[in-house]
């Protein structure tokens, strides 16, 4: 950035940006949101509320109009965006041609995939109830013949992993299931098979592998993957906790996190 600091005025009614849950006060922090949120610069940031905010809050008259006027035309995302970086003097030129150059790019693509950009960065920022809304969008009205099994495949994979980060593991094993018949690998496989025991009885796990007719050599090398892997991501403590059956404080901390993956 060409400065971090705020130069600018800033407002006594903050801009609350419903995306991310967070309140701006100034022309900067508006900045610093668009340009490290690229994939959520959409109708919840450009609209006649910000406009609004800019003009009432802020004082930026010139700039409200130019924006409005953007909103009218709808020529497209850059046409909004470089006009509040120009006034807040944010990008370098270099900044500038790389923002540019992504959001191009970006652009150009259907829809469902910029809607898909979108859902994967939110289940990186660990806001997964937004991202679940963007999946969701996309296979309420899926096209295969369109962008291709794979791509669905990758939703319904990411979708998934979404649920997961809510612990809601019904869902998710469903969503890894719809993934495997489309996809067929053996990764989206193992996050499947390894889904089931989180919600399942022993008993009704068995049966479900009985039902997919699950190969047994695969299932078992999953299960060995498993196990090793959560030694290796466990503290000591917290295995020896768990082990001499100290379970409800290891289960309390679990429910802390997921209230903390929910907040956002």
């Given at each position: 950035?060409?400065?971090?600091?705020?130069?600018?005025?800033?407002?006594?009614?903050?801009?609350?940006?419903?995306?991310?849950?967070?309140?701006?006060?100034?022309?900067?922090?508006?900045c610093f949101y668009l340009y490290h949120n690229?994939?959520?610069?959409?109708?919840?940031?450009?609209?006649?509320?910000?406009?609004?905010?800019?003009?009432?809050?802020?004082?930026?008259?010139?700039?409200?109009?130019?924006?409005?006027?953007?909103?009218?035309?709808?020529?497209?995302?850059?046409?909004?965006?470089?006009?509040?970086?120009?006034?807040?003097?944010?990008?370098?030129?270099?900044?500038?041609?790389?923002?540019?150059?992504?959001?191009?790019?970006?652009?150009?693509?259907?829809?469902?995939?910029?809607?898909?950009?979108?859902?994967?960065?939110?289940?990186?920022?660990?806001?997964?109830?937004?991202?679940?809304?963007?999946?969701?969008?996309?296979?309420?009205?899926?096209?295969?013949?369109?962008?291709?099994?794979?791509?669905?495949?990758?939703?319904?994979?990411?979708?998934?992993?979404?649920?997961?980060?809510?612990?809601?593991?019904?869902?998710?094993a469903d969503c890894f299931y719809e993934a495997?018949?489309?996809?067929?690998?053996?990764?989206?496989?193992?996050?499947?098979?390894?889904?089931?025991?989180?919600?399942?009885?022993?008993?009704?796990?068995?049966?479900?592998?009985?039902?997919?007719?699950?190969?047994?050599?695969?299932?078992?090398?999953?299960?060995?993957?498993?196990?090793?892997?959560?030694?290796?991501?466990?503290?000591?403590?917290?295995?020896?906790?768990?082990?001499?059956g100290d379970i409800d404080e290891y289960l309390?901390?679990?429910?802390?996190?997921?209230?903390?993956?929910?907040?956002?």
């Open positions: 950035m060409s400065y971090d600091l705020c130069l600018l005025e800033q407002a006594k009614k903050p801009y609350y940006i419903e995306n991310i849950r967070t309140a701006i006060y100034s022309l900067e922090e508006l690229i994939y959520l610069i959409d109708e919840t940031i450009m609209n006649e509320g910000l406009c609004d905010w800019l003009r009432d809050e802020l004082g930026l008259t010139r700039l409200y109009r130019q924006l409005y006027e953007q909103l009218e035309k709808k020529d497209g995302a850059a046409y909004f965006v470089f006009p509040i970086f120009r006034e807040a003097g944010y990008l370098t030129p270099q900044e500038s041609r790389e923002f540019q150059e992504k959001l191009s790019n970006l652009e150009v693509q259907p829809a469902d995939v910029r809607r898909k950009l979108r859902g994967d960065y939110l289940v990186k920022e660990k806001m997964y109830g937004r991202a679940i809304t963007q999946y969701r969008m996309i296979l309420s009205h899926r096209n295969p013949g369109k962008l291709g099994t794979q791509f669905y495949a990758s939703v319904w994979n990411n979708l998934g992993a979404a649920y997961a980060g809510l612990f809601q593991y019904e869902y998710a495997w018949k489309l996809a067929g690998t053996k990764e989206i496989f193992r996050k499947y098979i390894s889904a089931l025991p989180l919600y399942l009885t022993e008993q009704e796990y068995e049966q479900k592998l009985k039902e997919i007719e699950a190969d047994s050599y695969l299932v078992q090398k999953i299960q060995e993957y498993n196990a090793n892997l959560c030694l290796k991501l466990q503290p000591e403590e917290q295995v020896k906790k768990q082990m001499e309390q901390e679990l429910k802390e996190q997921y209230r903390r993956s929910i907040r956002n």
